[in-house]
Structure formats: C-alpha cells, structure tokens
C-alpha cells in the first residue's frame, strides 16, 4: 500500500507538471513516445537541480 500511494503522488505530480492529462500522439507507439518524454523531462528538471 505505501508503494501505491507514493507512485500516486508522483504520477499525479507528473500529469500536473509536463501535461500527461493529454497525449497528442495515438497508438500504442505514440503513447510510449509520449510518456518517454515526459520521463526524459522530469530527468532533465531534476538533473539541473541537483547541479545547480
């Protein structure tokens, strides 16, 4: 249960700040574009903080 709460709160933190209420692409392939890029900027994001 802690697992599934905490996963919860990050996916929800996820759609509310890189717009994961929507994808733009369709399709399978298109819905794994999107969520990798996603990913790829929330990397990004915490890679810069942790350098600045």
Same mark, same amino acid.
């Given at each position: 249960?802690?697992?599934? *709460? /905490?996963?919860? #709160? ?15 692409? *369709? /399709?399978?392939? #298109? ?22």
């Amino acid at each position: 249960v802690k697992w599934r *709460t /905490g996963s919860a #709160g990050r996916i929800n933190h996820l759609k509310r700040s890189y717009g994961w209420n929507r994808t733009e692409l *369709t /399709g399978i392939d #298109g819905t794994r574009t999107w969520c990798g890029h996603g990913i790829f900027a929330h990397n990004l994001v915490k890679i810069s903080a942790l350098a600045a």
